[in-house]
């Protein structure tokens, strides 16, 4: 996952050695910095302070020497959107789900709204067991009611494997064998 900031500057999540993950950060002097971490969440704070006003903290990242070819090739050569909008989707996103209980909430932490398990008809899930990044992945619930027809849950909240064990029972298919944008208006429950 690549993330292009308003400096001319990038931060990149990527697969690394022995299931880790590495940091990337490319500043506007064309400087790059690293930093390996165990689990993608790990880098959660580092991206969430990318969208703030302040200049990335690099106090803990690797200043890299030598770079045999271009540097922002290898920031600029995909289109991020896809991430950028999974991560702002699920952003103060909370779910409250058990897999004893019909009930379950789901919606921004400050607004839970209340839905029926035996509302769903069907789970599509969106990248989950085709893709490496976690971060592109959701899962969408079609429901019975048309009010809200559709909740739009990422993987940065509940894995999808965790979410179909949560919810026996309900048919569940991959479409596609790569990710979607997840629409804007799945920001909220409506």
């Not at 400050?110 to 029926?116: G, I, Q, R, W, Y």
């Not at 509940?158 to 979410?163: Q, V, Y």
């Not at 569940?172 to 979607?180: H, M, Q």
């Amino acid at each position: 996952m690549t993330i292009e900031g308003n400096n001319q500057d990038y931060l990149k999540l990527a697969p690394y050695y022995e299931g880790k993950f590495v940091r990337y950060y490319l500043n506007d002097r064309n400087q790059i910095f690293t930093r390996s971490v165990i689990h993608y969440q790990d880098a959660y704070p580092y991206i969430q302070s990318f969208f703030g006003s302040q200049p990335c903290n690099t106090h803990d990242f690797r200043l890299e020497r030598i770079w045999l070819q271009g540097k922002a090739i290898h920031f600029k050569d995909k289109d991020f959107h896809a991430a950028i909008n999974n991560y702002r989707v699920s952003r103060d996103k909370v779910l409250v789900m058990s897999r004893g209980n019909d009930i379950f909430y789901y919606g921004n932490a400050n607004n839970l709204e209340k839905f029926n398990k035996k509302d769903i008809l069907e789970l599509i899930n969106y990248g989950g067991q085709y893709r490496r990044s976690r971060l592109t992945c959701y899962t969408k619930l079609t429901l019975t009611s048309t009010t809200t027809p559709y909740l739009y849950i990422s993987d940065l909240i509940i894995k999808d494997i965790d979410l179909r064990s949560k919810l026996p029972g309900i048919p569940c298919r991959n479409p596609f064998k790569f990710w979607l944008l997840i629409p804007s208006s799945a920001s909220t429950p409506s």
